[in-house]
Nanobody
Framework: QVQLVESGGGLVQAGGSLRLSCAAS????????MGWYRQAPGHQRELVAR???????NYADSVKGRFTISRDNAKNTVYLQMTSLKPEDTAVYYC?????????WGQGTQVTVSS
C-alpha cells in the first residue's frame, strides 16, 4: 500500500509561485502514474496534472502553461511547480495515483492565493 505525504503549501499573493512536494512510501512508485488533485471549498476534487512513469505529462486547461508536474523516481517524490498563481487556485492540494486509490488520499496541503 502506498502512503503519500504532501507539503509545500502556504499563503501567497496573486502572481506568486509555490512548489509542492509529495513523498511516497511503498513499492512500485516508478511505474505508477501520479497526479496532483485539488479541492476548493464547495467544489469537487479535480485532477490538476498527471505525470506518467516515462515523464510525459497532462494538465487541466485551467493550469496549463502555469503549473509543471515532475517526478524523481530515485526519491519517490512528485512535485508541482505553480507559477502565476490566481485566487481561483486556492484549494487543498493532494497527490495520488491516477486513477486515484481511495485509501491513498493523504491530508493534502493548503494553498491560499490572495488578490
Amino acid at each position: 500500500q502506498v502512503q503519500l505525504v504532501e507539503s509545500g503549501g502556504g499563503l501567497v499573493q496573486a502572481g506568486g509561485s509555490l512548489r509542492l512536494s509529495c513523498a511516497a512510501s511503498g513499492s512500485s512508485f516508478s511505474i505508477r502514474i501520479m497526479g496532483w488533485y485539488r479541492q476548493a471549498p464547495g467544489h469537487q476534487r479535480e485532477l490538476v496534472a498527471r505525470v506518467y512513469n516515462g515523464g510525459s505529462t497532462n494538465y487541466a486547461d485551467s493550469v496549463k502553461g502555469r503549473f509543471t508536474i515532475s517526478r524523481d523516481n530515485a526519491k519517490n517524490t512528485v512535485y508541482l511547480q505553480m507559477t502565476s498563481l490566481k485566487p481561483e487556485d486556492t484549494a487543498v492540494y493532494y497527490c495520488n495515483m491516477w486513477p486515484p486509490q481511495h485509501d491513498a488520499w493523504g491530508q493534502g496541503t493548503q494553498v491560499t492565493v490572495s488578490s
